[in-house]
């Protein structure tokens, strides 16, 4: 019997709060992804490459999943709470009927351990399900396909997800459970009334109102303009201001419902009692309703900054070569005699030879080129982000590396570009993509048009066509911030002979292969053979560790948070409703029918996440921006309208979950309602 009714309390308590059980399984979800993400086909590969950053990423997911827990224990206690007291009578009910007090605590124990069992049964196979589909994802974004996928399933994870999660389930009944018990049975059946909160004038409120609004202002002006990030004085100054900011806004929202209330005696129904409603939740809860909007925002700004890292990274280089042989660290004729013995050539669609120098004929390094016409052109622009870091490229190009001509048109042909065509005392620039941004390139294409004449080593050079920007090699074996491309015969008489040459090569795939295959196929070739390369996989780890990296981790603190904040707004409006089932009575016997209560009652809900989430979502807008200036590079700050649409895009998307919770929460009230309207029997 004692079993039969644990089972049953408890399988009637996740019916009634299916908003605190959808949470927990969401929290269970996250954690396992989050502690299994050693296991999965990404980051087992990224470790070939990346090895120590990912070590370094993987060490801190301990820290993410303790601060979770935290975090969660809170959610955890502060729902439970809302559950024990909504029983409270019916524990008072048992004790009356006999039940020992002992006996009374081990049921409860029985009920939670059902429900955290429950949701673990649930939480994890479709945790591990989830996982899969993600690692598919991922492996086929990256060109692994999915035959190179593995199942993984990771018992540590799945161990450490239900042992955190039981164990703050446990810790929160321990100190809710051992409260109620300890309880006298009046104190039990007696509903006690909400402690009286020191309430001041109405301009008190609305004095609060809009100092809020200055100070959320002027933290979302500091934020977007950069200012926060110039020192850590201003970046506190702009904390300190949108905190308080929030906070003096929540705190003053009584005004804000009075005057809608006041509005709405003109409009008869329930207008004004749901606005005094409001008005009265919010004076004895503005500091949560503060907290999850806060919450929210966090969620909101790692969500979408995550987002729009993600893209940037994904996007950021344009794939040409596949490999790269340094003739600097070995004979690139040995390396294609060795290539040739091996029949590895056979393997790769186009090899080429790309030559690049110094200039060899003077040794007057400080004026071996001169462009004063361009720099002077330069300098007669207006002030900007991009001529001040145009200005710092060109620094010292007074002695350049030159490119042969030849070998980059095949470069360019590789690519599906034209080719550039040079005449004799002509000369074109080449700027690394890495270095000189979208900006940069536009203010020096402008100046190319006017064909300025230049001088290098004596001779008389005019700079034509456009500024060059693809990668030379695959990955890093050099990076030139500002070059020359010469015709071959320049091109030899001002190297004297005396260049590298790096081999470059592009891979033939077999129909149906996928890249990342092949390259680790030849990849394993070419180590057995004793040659020295660099492949796109090396370029290619280093992104998608970005990628992973800010996509799993802001996607995974952006879910937590969000759970939270939504949870603590969802479970503290449900407590407030309950506590006013009186007046619900009221209503009903004064003659409002079923469906004027739940539209009243939906419109506080839409009211009560509305202002939290309309708050967060305003404020994400300036955040994200603050913190793509911030953290990530100049090159993203030059492309940040583009990377911001990406984050608004993620911000709207939270915010249709949010709607999604709002619903959860109105049909929650609706089946309150229900019992509400039914005859009450006096005890």
Not at 4 to 26: C, H, I, P, Q, T
Request: hydrophobic fraction near 45%; proline fraction near 2%; charge should be negative.
């Amino acid at each position: 019997m004692f079993f039969k009714l644990a089972f049953r309390n408890s399988r009637r308590s996740r019916k009634e709060n299916g908003l605190f059980f959808s949470s927990l399984l969401v929290t269970i979800i996250a954690f396992y992804i989050i502690l299994s993400l050693p296991n999965q086909d990404v980051i087992l590969f990224l470790k070939e490459m990346e090895s120590d950053a990912v070590n370094r990423l993987i060490a801190m997911i301990p820290l993410f999943f303790g601060a979770a827990l935290v975090i969660l224990f809170f959610l955890v206690y502060y729902a439970g709470k809302y559950q024990l007291q909504r029983r409270k009578h019916e524990f008072g009910l048992y004790l009356m009927m006999g039940m020992r007090r002992r006996t009374l605590f081990f049921l409860l124990l029985a009920e939670d351990l059902y429900s955290s069992i429950f949701s673990l049964v649930i939480g994890l196979p479709v945790a591990v399900l989830l996982s899969e589909v993600i690692s598919l994802v991922t492996a086929r974004i990256a060109g692994m396909g999915v035959i190179g996928h593995r199942f993984s399933f990771s018992p540590e994870a799945a161990l450490l997800t239900a042992a955190g999660f039981l164990l703050i389930k446990l810790a929160a009944f321990l100190i809710l459970s051992g409260r109620i018990a300890r309880q006298e049975i009046a104190g039990l059946l007696e509903e006690l009334p909400e402690g009286v909160k020191k309430q001041f004038s109405g301009a008190v409120y609305g004095a609060a109102v809009a100092a809020g609004a200055g100070c959320l202002g002027t933290a979302w002006w500091m934020a977007a303009s950069g200012l926060a990030w110039t020192g850590l004085d201003k970046m506190g100054l702009t904390l300190l201001l949108g905190l308080c900011g929030t906070w003096l806004l929540f705190f003053g929202l009584r005004f804000v419902m009075n005057f809608f209330a006041k509005r709405g005696e003109k409009s008869g129904g329930l207008q004004v009692f749901h606005f005094r409603q409001l008005e009265e939740t919010v004076i004895h809860c503005f500091g949560a309703l503060a907290v999850s909007s806060l919450l929210i925002l966090a969620a909101l700004c790692c969500f979408g900054a995550g987002a729009a890292i993600m893209r940037f990274y994904g996007d950021s280089e344009p794939h040409v070569l596949d490999y790269t042989f340094d003739g600097d660290q070995q004979d690139i004729s040995e390396v294609r005699k060795t290539l040739a013995a091996q029949g590895l050539d056979a393997g790769f669609s186009s090899l080429f030879e790309m030559k690049v120098g110094h200039i060899q004929t003077t040794e007057d390094y400080e004026n071996a080129f001169r462009m004063d016409s361009v720099t002077e052109s330069i300098s007669r622009l207006e002030d900007s982000e991009e001529k001040q870091r145009l200005q710092n490229i060109l620094m010292y190009y007074e002695y350049p590396y030159i490119i042969s001509l030849s070998s980059y048109n095949q470069l360019l042909d590789a690519a599906g570009l034209p080719q550039l065509s040079l005449e004799k005392g002509q000369a074109g620039i080449y700027m690394d993509s890495g270095f000189a941004y979208e900006g940069e390139r536009k203010i020096m294409d402008g100046i190319l048009k006017t064909e300025p004449e230049a001088e290098l080593d004596g001779s008389v050079y005019r700079l034509a066509g456009e500024v060059q920007s693809v990668n030379l090699v695959t990955d890093s074996s050099i990076t030139l911030s500002f070059a020359l491309i010469l015709p071959d015969e320049d091109f030899e008489y001002y190297t004297q002979g005396n260049y590298t040459v790096y081999l470059d090569g592009i891979l033939e795939k077999g129909e149906g292969e996928s890249l990342m295959s092949a390259i680790m196929d030849m990849n394993r070739e070419l180590d057995s053979a004793g040659i020295f390369y660099e492949s796109y996989l090396q370029n290619m780890g280093r992104q998608m560790f970005y990628v992973a990296a800010a996509g799993y981790i802001t996607i995974y603190l952006a879910v937590v948070f969000l759970i939270i904040a939504n949870t603590v707004i969802g479970v503290q409006f449900l407590m407030g409703q309950r506590k006013s089932g009186r007046r619900y009575q009221t209503l009903s016997r004064l003659g409002a029918s079923y469906g004027e209560l739940c539209r009243a009652s939906g419109r506080q809900v839409n009211w009560y996440f509305g202002i939290p989430a309309g708050v967060a979502a305003l404020s994400s807008v300036f955040g994200v921006r603050a913190l793509l200036q911030g953290l990530l590079s100049s090159r993203t700050r030059s492309d940040i309208g583009e990377v911001m649409w990406v984050s608004v895009i993620m911000i709207l998307f939270l915010c249709v979950i949010e709607c999604i919770y709002m619903a959860a929460v109105r049909r929650s009230c609706s089946r309150w309602l229900l019992t509400v309207m039914e005859p009450e029997r006096e005890e």
